[in-house]
């Protein structure tokens, strides 16, 4: 099963990416996460990347579309994936139909995750992730048991850099302009399944699971 997942940035794809990943034995695949553990390491790509996430702006395609195609060849994704942060323009999304043609591949189902912004700007102000597994913390909603500290994996848990009111503002922007367009894109198609992500995770997840089981995956 190929799956991606649509929402705005702090909407909770992440987390909901790794609940269904474990679920149905995806791999998961977080553009995101990419860029972050190449800007960690100092690689020339992460380099590039943060000038462009520390301000709110998307990476430009010409770096993502490569970096993406790259991932989708390595043997983990045989099995089927969660794409979590990819496509986020129209541009990319048809760079993935053409890589997935060539390979006789389909996208199975686009999950669109709804959340309202006023929460979404509540969120991820007080959000915190694990550098080491990428579980996602929050101050105020879901702390560490001890605080700095993966529950699940014992790593260090941080406040991504642009988890800043400033930048959630910007991000919000970019997302509007380039990667809402996208549910359209894909419900063209009748891909979209919607989860609503403004009150819990177990919800959203559970509307998910159950859109999933109507198409029959
Ligand atoms: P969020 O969805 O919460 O904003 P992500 O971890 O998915 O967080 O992405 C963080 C940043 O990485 C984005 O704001 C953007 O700058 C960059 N990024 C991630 N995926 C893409 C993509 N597909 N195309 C361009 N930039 C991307
Ligand atoms: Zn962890």
Redesign the pocket.
């Known amino acids: 099963m190929r799956l991606i997942i649509l929402g705005a940035?702090?909407s909770g794809?992440?987390t909901t990416a790794v609940v269904l990943k474990e679920k149905y034995g995806l791999a998961h695949i977080?553009?995101?996460?990419i860029?972050?553990s190449n800007i960690k390491a100092g690689t020339p790509l992460g380099l590039e990347?943060k000038s462009?996430?520390d301000k709110?702006?998307?990476?430009p395609?010409s770096i993502?579309i490569g970096m993406v195609e790259g991932r989708l060849a390595e043997s983990d994704c045989a099995k089927g994936y969660i794409l979590?942060?990819?496509?986020?323009?129209i541009a990319?999304a048809e760079a993935l139909d053409e890589m997935l043609s060539k390979k006789n591949e389909k996208i199975d189902a686009v999950l669109s995750i709804i959340v309202d912004d006023d929460i979404i700007k509540d969120r991820v102000c007080s959000r915190r992730v694990c550098e080491k597994c990428g579980a996602s913390f929050n101050v105020k909603y879901k702390p560490t048991k001890v605080e700095g500290v993966c529950d699940l994996c014992g790593g260090s848990v941080v406040q991504r850099a642009?988890d800043t009111p400033e930048t959630v503002e910007a991000?919000l922007v970019?997302y509007y302009e380039n990667t809402k367009p996208l549910i359209d894109f894909y419900d063209a198609k009748g891909l979209i399944i919607e989860g609503n992500n403004n009150v819990d995770s177990d919800t959203c997840i559970k509307s998910i699971e159950d859109g999933l089981a109507k198409l029959g995956i």
């Open positions: 940035p702090g794809k992440g977080s553009t995101g996460d860029f972050r990347a462009y996430i709110g702006q998307l990476v395609d993502t979590d942060g990819f496509p986020r323009t990319q642009d991000r970019t």
